[in-house]
């Protein structure tokens, strides 16, 4: 019962073109977006074209005892696609159709390979939208984000990926296939296993197809630009406007590291001696989104701070061009970036920017920081170089103290990111003993063999 | 040092890397393969297993690293600001270095790097052609299987008479507003001589002189891009000689990659020799394509146009956009003749998979890329389709032959000639 046994299977299975085994291939297969992480080699690579393709390569690796590492783009951040133990990593990208846009029911269906920016080129002509946006919109897979349950910038109003998964076929370690969920807004039936298997990690089962729920494209946005002098008055105006009943589909903050990196970096025009900027769109029925507008900018005003409004599309570009240039404008600082996605609820985001402040203080790092302060999804983003050793150590410590804070404020580990390989270690700080357990037992009912995603959230 | 020299230098490049995948979003080659050692973010990883001596030559991994278009997409898509075409470039070269080149590449870049054999095989080439290519109606296609070139593909017929044999070296104007020296490139020498005619003809109209050096040969980036930097260094010297001795205002190319290999090229790969460094510097502040030379050193006068009633559309070439930054320049020229209609692609800087010899030796994956391409051209219902850049004319001129569309392909400067 070899690895080449093994390959023959697969390739037997699948087909010689579906299945990668070159050295220098597999190299690429050995890593993903998450900084700071081991590259250990997959030994195979294959690319299944349907549900019952995966099937099989369940069933080949039962049977030689290996492990599968479902992968769509490789772009997370947590060290979910890394193939920890070696054995199959199960790339998804040749299942790429979008099988149904349905306009009737504001469904769509997909297979899981398909990214996440052509289903809403395909579902736009409807004059619909499907919501959740995270920062690689235009290269991640559905299965990958459905996997990881990814955010954005739209999850305040909007919500993430979780509110809008209605369906799922699902590959078990066992190699049977479950279908749960669907079209209907409404199932109570059983579990909700669909909520189970979103965020799973693809560490309960592999899945082939997705039923996403979509939404009316909004017709009208306003876009403004929020500069305070002090960080608690931006915390006040976060928590006021949310008080007036407006909830913005965007409400970005940006610390003052960030923002002095930004202008140095792209020149945008923003202020570089104000504490903190908010970008803050609502968006809606035209005559709402002006009165919505109305309320923030008074809300800005009265928190002392100084707040522009987007006349037109070109406005609203430049506003959101220092949004946009936050990673890119850290991430060009330094080589290594780590970026982190503690999350605590919003009342505490100033608290949690200060601590952040004196953390970086203390181990002498540069942290910037922005994020979607409107659900309390903070980016604290460390810029270091992973050829440091000693730096690196004082990274490490500082990364534990803000998961530390973060929990101490009701918050959670993350945000959006998912656990991982990178966050596995902090998992019983929030869930506990019997939290762990918890998570144990569902893994162990689903996945005896721990064939699936191994070394990922919990191990066996 | 220069990174195409001494590996390690490359280290920068390669650290700045945060292996996000934005990458994957551009790659044209990805985007048929969905294969991670298509995209930059896969190569820099090779690269950096290599750097750090985890990975040696082997075929398998020179494979992979010629299984790139060097279109910069992903250099331009970028977040952190990282040039993968240069690891690619390092990458090829430290390769050849440890392995040495195939024969037949060996072979043909000693020819280029010659420029006397190069141009007799050219001119013997040209009378000879018919043997192994026979006429169709929209170029040449080869009469027999020969490596790399599918029966299907439609060529340009060789020039009866290269652009450099018939030229003028003097092309002198009564008051010139400025003296030029005009680097032909192949294509153009070669391939599309009436390239170069129209470009003398806007530069006369424009009272501008042109200086057309008879001893100048391929620019040398083909063989760069295969790895064989040392000859590509030659190459690079031999131009820096012929034009630092000419007493000229700029030095004007047709062609994105030749503009590259004075403005880029050359500096890099004479970076570590005093003496021709501070001459190819000098070069390259004064090397402009063609339309940034009319458009923003000149200006031409445009109400002397001619108007020329076509329905237009322009493909922007890799190393006119994201390697020289001139694609403004030649879209405003062609704008600015009378009786144009211009109708601007969906994706016009989507690259056409050309890359030079790439539709060579990777044909059917070069013509899954020009597919995109030839769909976007088609729904613009252009008459003609304006590119500039000989290689992509190829590329072009063959897929409209496949799929037996109606443009014709020409370069920017031929269309501006014709409202003269």
């Known amino acids: 019962m070899s690895k080449q046994q093994a390959i023959q299977a697969l390739e037997h299975a699948l087909g010689r073109e579906n299945v990668i085994t070159k050295h220098e291939d597999l190299v690429c297969y050995s890593f993903d977006a998450t900084p700071d992480m081991p590259n250990p080699l997959p030994d195979v690579v294959v690319t299944p074209t349907c549900t019952e393709d995966v099937v099989k390569v369940v069933n080949i690796a039962r049977e030689y005892k290996t492990p599968i590492y479902p992968r769509g783009s490789g772009t997370n951040l947590s060290g979910g696609t890394i193939p920890l133990h070696g054995g199959i990593v199960l790339s998804t990208l040749k299942m790429n159709k979008i099988l149904e846009v349905d306009a009737d029911n504001l469904a769509a269906v997909v297979q899981p390979g398909v990214i996440i920016q052509d289903l809403n080129n395909a579902v736009a002509p409807h004059g619909l939208i499907y919501p959740p946006d995270p920062g690689t919109v235009a290269t991640a897979t559905m299965g990958g984000s459905v996997s990881e349950c990814s955010g954005g910038l739209r999850g305040l109003k909007y919500g993430v990926t979780k509110h809008y998964v209605m369906g799922l076929k699902v590959v078990l370690a066992d190699g049977q296939v479950a279908r749960f969920g669907g079209k209907t807004v409404k199932n109570v039936t059983a579990y909700d296993l669909v909520k189970l298997f979103t965020g799973a990690e693809g560490t309960l089962g592999i899945i082939t197809e997705i039923t996403v729920k979509l939404i009316p494209a909004p017709e009208a946005r306003a876009s403004m630009l929020a500069t305070f002098d002090r960080l608690e008055d931006a915390g006040n105006a976060i928590k006021g406007i949310i008080a007036n009943k407006v909830i913005p589909a965007t409400l970005e903050i940006m610390d003052q590291a960030t923002i002095r990196t930004v202008e140095n970096f792209a020149q945008v025009g923003l202020p570089t001696d104000v504490r903190a900027i908010l970008l803050i769109e609502v968006d809606g029925i035209p005559e709402v989104v002006e009165k919505e507008a109305e309320k923030v900018v008074n809300v800005v005003k009265e928190n002392n701070g100084k707040i522009k409004k987007a006349k037109d599309d070109k406005e609203r570009e430049s506003l959101w061009a220092a949004r946009r240039a936050a990673l890119p404008a850290l991430a060009q600082l330094k080589p290594t970036t780590v970026l982190e996605d503690a999350t605590v609820p919003r009342s505490k985001i100033t608290e949690m920017l200060v601590a952040i402040e004196k953390i970086a203080a203390k181990y002498d790092l540069n942290i910037g920081t922005f994020g979607h302060a409107g659900d309390g999804n903070l980016h604290p983003t460390i810029l270091t170089d992973a050829r440091d050793k000693e730096e690196m150590e004082r990274v490490h410590k500082a990364v534990d103290e803000i998961f530390k804070k973060a929990l101490e404020l009701g918050g959670t580990l993350s945000g959006e990111h998912g656990i991982g390989m990178a966050k596995s270690h902090f998992l019983s700080w929030e869930l506990g003993q019997s939290g762990m357990d918890v998570v144990r037992k569902i893994k162990k009912a689903l996945d005896p063999e721990g064939i699936l995603n191994p070394g990922k959230m919990v191990s066996n | ?420």
């Open chain 2, 1 to 420: 040092m220069s990174y195409l020299k001494h590996y390690p230098e490359i280290e920068n490049e390669i650290i700045k890397c945060m292996k996000c995948g934005n990458c994957q979003a551009v790659c044209p080659l990805y985007k048929e393969t969905k294969f991670e050692g298509s995209v930059a973010r896969g190569k820099v990883k090779l690269a950096e297993a290599v750097l750090k001596g985890k990975l040696e030559y082997t075929e398998d991994l020179a494979k992979i690293f010629e299984t790139c278009l060097t279109c910069k997409a992903c250099s331009a898509n970028c977040p952190c600001g990282v040039q993968p075409d240069k690891i690619v470039l390092a990458a090829r070269a430290k390769l050849v270095k440890e392995r040495g080149l195939p024969l037949i590449k060996d072979l043909i870049f000693k020819g280029l790097s010659k420029p006397s054999l190069f141009k007799t095989g050219m001119a013997i080439g040209s009378k000879t052609q018919g043997l192994f290519l026979k006429p169709t109606e929209k170029g040449m296609s080869p009469r027999y299987p020969v490596s790399g070139l599918q029966l299907r593909r439609v060529l340009p017929k060789l020039a009866d008479r290269s652009f450099l044999s018939t030229a003028a070296e003097e092309n002198k104007v009564d008051n010139p507003k400025k003296k030029v020296a005009f680097f032909t490139g192949c294509t153009t020498n070669f391939l599309y001589p009436q390239v170069g005619e129209a470009l003398l003809k806007v530069m006369q109209r424009n009272n501008v002189e042109v200086v057309v050096p008879k001893d100048q040969h391929c620019c040398g980036v083909p063989v760069l891009l295969h790895g064989d930097v040392n000859t590509a260094a030659q190459m690079a010297k031999s131009h820096v000689d012929i034009f630092s001795k000419l007493d000229v205002d700029a030095i004007i190319t047709v062609c994105g990659t030749c503009g590259e290999s004075f403005s880029k090229h050359y500096p890099e790969l004479l970076k570590d020799d005093a003496e021709y460094s501070a001459k190819a510097n000098k070069l390259a502040e004064k090397t402009y394509d063609f339309a940034q030379f009319l458009v923003d050193i000149l200006p031409i006068d445009r109400d002397v146009l001619k108007p020329v009633n076509k329905t237009v559309t322009y493909h922007v070439p890799c190393h006119i956009g994201r390697g020289m930054n001139a694609h403004q320049q030649q879209i405003e020229l062609i704008k600015s003749i009378p009786g144009i209609k211009y109708i601007p692609l969906k994706q016009p800087d989507r690259c056409c998979g050309g890359a030079g010899s790439f539709s060579l030796t990777h044909y059917d994956l070069s013509y899954r890329v020009l597919k995109h391409k030839l769909a976007d051209v088609k729904s613009t219902g252009a008459d003609l389709l304006i590119t500039g850049c000989g290689s992509c004319r190829m590329q072009l001129t063959d897929g409209i032959a496949q799929e037996n569309l109606s443009q014709e392909v020409i370069h920017t400067v031929e269309l501006l000639a014709k409202a003269y």
